[in-house]
C-alpha cells in the first residue's frame, strides 16, 4: 500500500494529464446541483493552483463567498467577490486581503483535495489545514476530485477528517 508521500507523487503526476479546464466546468456543474449547494448562503472556496480543479465560476451565483488565508498553522475565513485584488502567501496560494469574520457563518466549505478515498477521506499536500479547520468547525464540507483521483484507500491517521461528500466528474 502507497503511503501519503508517494501517494501524493502519483497524484499529482496524474493529475498533469488530465482536462482540468473541462473536469472544472463538469464538477462544478454537479455542485450547483447540490442541496447543499443550493440552500448555501455562504460558501468557502479556495483560489486554484496550477493544476487544480477551478470552481472559480462558482463565484457568479447568487452568494456570499470567502476564501482561506493562511495564518499559522490556521485557516482564516476571509470574504472575496470576483476581482477582488488577492496576495500570494508563503504556500504561494492566493488569499483575499480582505478582514476575516468568524467560520460559523459558513454554510458549506469547498475542500481542495489532491486525491481522495470511498470513505471520504481527502489527500491534500500534508500541511493539516483543512483537518484543523473542520475538526474546529463542524461545517458541510465537499471535495471535487477528477474521477481518476477517486482512489480506493488513502492512509488516514487520527488527526485526517473526512468530508462531508466527494463530487468528481
Do not use: W
Request: aromatic fraction near 10%; glycine fraction near 4%; hydrophobic fraction near 40%.
Amino acid at each position: 500500500m502507497e503511503n501519503k508521500t508517494d501517494l501524493r507523487l502519483r497524484a499529482k503526476s496524474i493529475r498533469k494529464t488530465l482536462d482540468i479546464p473541462d473536469i472544472s466546468i463538469k464538477i462544478a456543474s454537479k455542485i450547483r446541483g447540490l442541496p447543499q449547494y443550493k440552500h448555501a448562503k455562504n460558501v468557502m472556496l479556495y483560489y486554484p493552483m496550477k493544476y487544480e480543479l477551478n470552481l472559480l465560476p462558482l463565484l457568479e451565483d447568487d452568494k456570499n463567498f470567502y476564501l482561506p488565508a493562511v495564518d499559522g498553522e490556521n485557516l482564516l475565513v476571509c470574504s472575496y467577490k470576483n476581482g477582488d485584488s488577492l496576495k500570494t502567501s508563503a504556500f504561494g496560494t492566493k488569499e483575499p486581503s480582505t478582514e476575516p469574520v468568524l467560520p460559523e457563518i459558513l454554510d458549506l466549505v469547498i475542500v481542495p483535495a489532491l486525491a481522495a478515498d470511498k470513505n471520504n477521506f481527502r489527500l491534500g499536500y500534508g500541511g493539516g489545514f483543512y483537518d484543523r479547520f473542520l475538526a474546529r468547525n463542524k461545517i458541510y464540507s465537499i471535495a471535487p476530485v477528477p474521477a481518476e483521483l477517486f482512489i480506493n484507500h488513502i492512509p488516514s491517521e487520527n488527526f485526517d477528517i473526512p468530508v462531508d461528500l466527494v463530487v468528481t466528474d
